[in-house]
C-alpha cells in the first residue's frame, strides 16, 4: 500500500526560526515521485518541490530547503529563518509512475510569529 | 498564464439535495483531477481525466457522486444526492501528463469549492 505520514500535525516558531518539517512514506515501486505543497490560509495548494525516486540529491531554492532519504523512506522540508508569510498548511505527496496520481499525508500546520 | 478555474467558490445546500461543480483547467493540460479535501486532512483524489478519459476513479462513491470531462477540457463534478459527510472542499487541479507511464508530474490546483451540508 502506498501511504505518506507527516506526523507533525502543528509545529509553532518565532520569525527567524528554523524548522524542518518531516514526511516518511511508504510505496513498493521503485519509481516514484515525492512533491511538496503550501497550503495558506487563502486555501489554494501551491507547488513547491518535485523529485523523482533517482534523485537522491538535497535541494536548495532560497530560504527552503529538501533532504530527500531513500534508505529512511523520507523526504524533509526545511525552513531557513521562517517569516510570518511561510505560515500556512504543509503537505507532502507521493505520486504514482504509472498514473500520476497523488497521495497526500495529512498536512503539518507551521505557525510562525513575529 | 491563466490558473485553474473553480466555480462556485461557497455553496450551502440541504443534505438530499444536489450539487455541481465547475472546473476549467490550464490550457493545455491533458490531465484532470478533482480532489476532496475535508477539514484537518490531506486531499483525497476522486477521479482523473486524462483527456475525455477516466484513468481512476477508484474512490469515487459511484452511486451519488459523477463527473464528466466534455472535449478534453472543462469538468464538472456532481453530487446526488448530498449527506452531511460530504461536505468539504472539492479541489479541482490540472497537468501536463499526457500519457500513462510517463510519471507523476506537478499538479496545478483551482482555489476549491468549499461544500457545506446542512
Known amino acids: ?10 509545529i509553532s516558531v518565532v520569525e527567524k526560526e528554523d524548522v524542518t518539517l518531516d514526511c516518511v512514506y511508504e510505496t513498493r515501486d521503485t519509481t516514484y515521485y515525492l512533491f511538496w505543497y503550501k497550503q495558506p490560509p487563502s486555501g489554494e495548494l501551491v507547488f513547491l518541490i518535485r523529485r523523482n525516486s533517482f534523485d537522491e540529491q538535497n535541494e536548495i531554492s532560497g530560504r527552503y530547503s529538501w533532504n530527500f532519504q531513500k534508505s529512511t523512506s523520507s523526504f524533509n522540508f526545511t525552513i531557513t529563518a521562517s517569516q510570518v508569510v511561510d505560515s500556512a498548511v504543509y503537505f507532502c505527496a507521493l505520486g504514482s509512475s504509472n498514473t500520476g496520481k497523488l497521495i497526500f499525508g495529512q498536512g503539518t500546520t507551521l505557525q510562525v510569529k513575529p | 498564464e491563466a490558473g485553474v478555474a473553480q466555480s462556485p467558490r461557497y455553496k450551502i445546500i440541504e443534505k438530499r439535495q444536489s450539487v455541481a461543480f465547475w472546473c476549467n483547467p490550464i490550457s493545455g493540460h491533458a490531465t484532470l483531477y478533482w480532489y476532496q479535501q475535508i477539514l484537518g486532512q490531506g486531499p483525497k483524489l476522486l477521479i482523473q481525466f486524462q483527456n475525455n478519459g477516466v484513468v481512476d476513479d477508484s474512490q469515487l462513491p459511484k452511486d451519488r457522486f459523477s463527473a ?48 457545506t451540508v446542512t
Do not use: H, M, N, W
Open chain 2, 68 to 115: 464528466e470531462r466534455l472535449k478534453g477540457v472543462d469538468s464538472t463534478l456532481k453530487i446526488q444526492p448530498a449527506k452531511l459527510e460530504d461536505s468539504a472542499v472539492y479541489l479541482c487541479a490540472s497537468s501536463s501528463l499526457s500519457l500513462p507511464g510517463q510519471g507523476s508530474y506537478e499538479q496545478y490546483f483551482g482555489p476549491g469549492t468549499r461544500l
Open chain 1, 1 to 10: 500500500a502506498q501511504k505518506v505520514t507527516q506526523a507533525q500535525t502543528e
